[in-house]
C-alpha cells in the first residue's frame, strides 16, 4: 500500500510577484514549498458570479458544511469498501479512482466539470446542485450495502443451521420421521440437546421431570461435540411443564416438525441465498468504486468553490489570484504549512508579526473581530486562502 498523501489547497493574489504575472505568482507559491516537503501543481478555477458579500459570506459557510459532509460520505464509502472487499488493502486502492484515474492524477490535472457544473450559473445554484448530488449518491450506497448486509446475514443464518452444534443447527437432516409419534391425540416427542458433560444427569432425571413421561422413552438420536440430542415422549397436557424444567437444568428443547422434503428445501435455500449474495455483492462493489468516484469528484468541486468563495472575500476586487495544489504528507504538511507561513505572513496585515526571534505571532483580538466580519469564527487563522483534506 502506498503512503497516504496529504493535499493543501492555497490561494494568493499574483501581487506576491512583482511584475503581478500569474504565471511568476505560481512560480513564487512553488519556490516557496521545498520539494522535501512537497510538490505544487497549479490548480485551475473558472471565474463564478459574485454576489453581495453579505451573500458571499452566507455561501462560505454553507460550504464549509457541505465541505465536511462529502468528506463524510466519501470516508463512509471507503469503510464499506473495506468491509466488503475484507480489508484488503491492495484490492480496495483498486477500486478508490476517480473519473477512472488515479486520485493524485486526477487532482494534479483537476478540471472544473463545466457540463455538469455550468459556471455560468450563480454560487447559489451550483451549491444546491452539489448538495443534492451529494444526498443522492449517500442515499443509494447506503442503501445497496444495506441491501447487501441484509443478505449476508440471511446466508450466514442459514449456513449455520446446516454447520452449527445440535443446539442451533437445522435438524432436518439428522432426525427421521421414524424418531418422531406424530398426529397423536395424546403423546407428543420432544427432542433435547444435552451438553455432553449433563448426559448422565439427564437418563438419571428425565423421567421425573415433570408429570407423565413415558418411562425409558428417551433415546440417543446424535451426538457432536458438544451435545447429545435426545427424543423423549411425553403426554401433551405436561408439554410445557417438562419443557421448562429441561430450559432450568440448562439443557436446550429443540422446536422441530418433520416435513416432506424439507432436506432438499433447506438446501435449494441456502444455494439460493448464496447466489444472490454473489449477485449483489458484485452490485454493491460497483455501487461503491461509482460511490467513492462520484463523491470524491463532488468533493472536489465543492473545494474548488469554496477556494473562489473565500479568495473573494480576502483579496477583494478585481479578482487577481494564483491557486495551487500542494501534494505532500502527513508527516510533512505541517512543514509545508510553516514555509507557507513564513513566506506570506505579511498578507494580513498587522494580524500576524514575529517576536524578537523570528516566530510568526498572531494578534488575537485583530484576528478575531476579522474572523468573525467574515463569517469564519471558529477556525484557525490563516494569512492566505488555505484548506487542508486527505482523501481517504
Not at 54 to 75: F, N
Not at 126 to 138: A, P, R, V, Y
Not at 312 to 339: D, F, H, M, N, W
Request: with cysteine; proline share 3%; hydrophobic share 35%.
Amino acid at each position: 500500500m502506498s503512503n497516504p498523501a496529504m493535499y493543501l489547497l492555497v490561494s494568493l493574489p499574483t501581487h506576491i510577484s512583482p511584475s503581478r504575472d500569474h504565471e511568476e505568482a505560481l512560480q513564487a507559491l512553488k519556490a516557496s514549498i521545498s520539494s522535501d516537503y512537497g510538490t505544487t501543481y497549479p490548480f485551475s478555477i473558472p471565474e463564478f458570479k459574485i454576489g453581495t458579500v453579505d451573500a458571499l459570506i452566507q455561501q462560505a459557510d454553507e460550504l464549509a458544511k457541505l465541505s465536511s459532509s462529502c468528506e463524510g460520505v466519501v470516508s463512509k464509502v471507503g469503510d464499506s469498501l473495506r468491509g466488503i472487499l475484507d480489508g484488503d488493502e491492495e484490492k480496495i486502492e483498486q477500486q478508490k479512482t476517480i473519473n477512472d484515474k488515479p486520485v493524485d492524477q486526477y487532482l494534479r490535472t483537476f478540471q472544473w466539470n463545466k457540463v455538469k457544473y455550468r459556471a455560468d450559473k450563480s454560487i447559489a445554484e451550483l451549491i444546491d446542485s452539489l448538495q443534492k448530488e451529494i444526498t443522492s449518491l449517500d442515499n443509494d450506497v447506503k442503501a445497496k450495502f444495506s441491501q447487501y448486509n441484509q443478505i449476508k446475514t440471511n446466508l450466514a443464518a442459514s449456513q449455520r443451521k446446516q454447520t452449527g452444534n445440535l443446539s442451533t443447527r437445522s435438524l432436518t437432516s439428522i432426525v427421521s420421521p421414524q424418531t418422531l409419534i406424530q398426529d397423536s391425540e395424546y403423546l407428543e416427542t420432544h427432542l433435547i440437546a444435552v451438553p455432553n458433560q449433563m448426559v448422565k444427569d439427564y437418563l438419571r432425571s428425565y423421567e421425573t421431570l415433570s408429570p407423565m413421561v413415558v418411562p425409558r422413552s428417551s433415546i440417543q438420536v446424535a451426538k457432536d461435540d458438544e451435545f447429545t440430542l435426545f427424543a423423549v415422549v411425553t403426554f401433551k397436557k405436561h408439554s410445557a411443564e417438562f419443557v421448562h424444567k429441561c430450559r432450568e437444568k440448562r439443557w436446550t428443547p429443540r422446536d422441530y416438525k418433520y416435513k416432506e422434503g424439507g432436506k432438499e428445501e433447506e438446501a435449494k435455500e441456502v444455494e439460493k441465498l448464496g447466489g444472490e449474495e454473489r449477485k449483489v455483492w458484485g452490485e454493491a462493489l460497483r455501487m461503491g468504486r461509482t460511490g467513492y468516484s462520484e463523491g470524491a469528484m463532488v468533493w472536489v468541486h465543492v473545494l474548488a468553490l469554496r477556494v473562489f468563495v473565500e479568495t473573494v472575500l480576502r483579496y477583494g476586487l478585481p479578482l487577481e489570484y494564483v491557486c495551487g495544489l500542494i501534494q505532500t504528507t502527513p508527516k510533512l504538511a505541517k512543514k509545508a504549512k510553516s514555509s507557507l507561513d513564513a513566506r506570506y505572513s505579511y498578507l494580513a496585515g498587522n494580524a500576524l508579526g514575529r517576536d524578537k526571534k523570528g516566530r510568526i505571532m498572531q494578534d488575537d483580538s485583530s484576528v478575531s473581530n476579522d474572523m468573525q466580519a467574515a463569517g469564519h469564527a471558529g477556525e484557525d487563522y490563516t494569512a492566505y486562502v488555505f484548506y487542508e483534506f486527505e482523501i481517504s
